[in-house]
């Protein structure tokens, strides 16, 4: 989608404001090297907000708590413990009580809602191809 959707970046802005916001320092160089990784990265998210904009995609608290709280009991019944519902309520309430955890399931959920949604109104065609043309493929 990033490939196939025209966005235009301010590059040179953006390149500045990379090497000046970045949390561990950066040279010009390096953005340079790395920058087609970097407009990529803000053209998905461009592309991710307006699928979330025009299909009213949300997720909520009420959603994140039930993701969370199925994790957990997953990952219990993996071992064989028994968890009730109390207690796994208790610890999806911590865990999305850490802003870096609330954020990751949130991605995750509108990740998984949009890949729902491109399941439901994308049709798929299956292309018979050689390795070699498969990889040059991805990686252009």
Request: charged residues 30%; aromatic residues 10%.
């Amino acid at each position: 989608m990033v490939q196939l959707t025209p966005v235009q970046l301010p590059d040179g802005f953006l390149k500045k404001w990379i090497v000046f916001s970045s949390e561990n320092p950066v040279t010009p160089e390096a953005v340079e090297h790395d920058y087609p990784m970097y407009a990529d990265t803000m053209k998905w998210q461009l592309i991710e907000n307006e699928i979330i904009r025009k299909y009213e995609i949300k997720v909520g608290m009420d959603d994140a708590m039930a993701h969370v709280k199925e994790l957990y009991r997953e990952r219990f019944a993996s071992y064989g413990i028994p968890v009730d519902d109390e207690r796994l309520a208790e610890m999806a309430k911590e865990t999305l009580g850490k802003r870096d955890e609330l954020r990751n399931v949130y991605d995750q959920l509108v990740e998984t809602r949009i890949i729902e949604l491109a399941k439901s109104t994308c049709s798929i065609e299956e292309k018979a191809m050689p390795y070699d043309d498969f990889v040059h493929m991805v990686q252009h």
